[in-house]
């Protein structure tokens, strides 16, 4: 894992794509605040860039750094979600601009599985996570689900986990205002 994580970093700081077990499916990931990275992620995934993509952070501490006013009620949605949540939160900054959607919104996921969690660590910035499919195409469930358009497309295929055949789901999706008015999105 930690040669995985060290090669993951290497190819992110370079403005490159990686292929990685999330705390839900697996994702393509780049450095959330590099925009050309994010369009390589657009173009391999064959996806309008008017739909915006997720990210993912190693902690709720670091919201704050994204995020112009987090609302209070974030923290304990975070902390009692049972199973992945995504926050799609507005006014989100310091991320590649090509990357938000209307009202500068930004989908934000704390992931806690380990993989995910050290790698965002230790990058220390936000790193995408979109599913590993074509848009339109169903999200694979397991590595081995994964296209080869996809394996081919990006710069680094994690080996860890790809032997794990429980079938993953995506997370929850909410929005959720600066007010703390919420609308459950999936």
């Known amino acids: 894992m930690k040669e995985d994580i060290q090669k993951c970093i290497e190819v ?4 490159g794509l ?13 450095d959330a605040t590099n925009a050309s990275a994010v ?22 501490e670091h919201l704050d750094h994204y995020v112009v006013d ?7 949605l975070i902390h009692v979600a049972v199973k992945p949540l995504t926050i799609v939160y507005e006014g989100a900054f310091n991320v590649a601009p090509n990357l938000l959607g209307d009202n500068d919104s930004l989908g934000i996921r704390i992931s806690h599985e380990q993989f995910s969690h050290e790698l965002c660590a230790r ?21 081995s689900e994964i296209t080869k358009e996809i394996v081919e497309g990006v710069d680094y295929v994690v080996k860890y986990r790809q032997d794990d055949t ?11 205002g600066s007010d703390g008015t919420f609308k459950i999105l999936r």
């Open 166 to 176: 429980k079938p993953a789901d995506a997370s929850n999706i909410i929005m959720l």
């Open 123 to 143: 990058f220390g910035r936000p790193i995408v996570s979109t599913s590993a499919n074509v848009s339109g195409a169903p999200s694979p469930k397991i590595f």
């Open 18 to 30: 990686i292929l990685y077990p999330t705390d839900t499916i697996w994702g393509i990931g780049c």
């Open 70 to 76: 987090v609302p209070e009620m974030a923290t304990e």
């Open 39 to 60: 369009k390589k992620v657009y173009e391999l995934k064959k996806r309008s860039d008017s739909k915006a993509l997720i990210v993912l952070l190693d902690s709720d």
């Open 12 to 15: 992110l700081k370079k403005g």
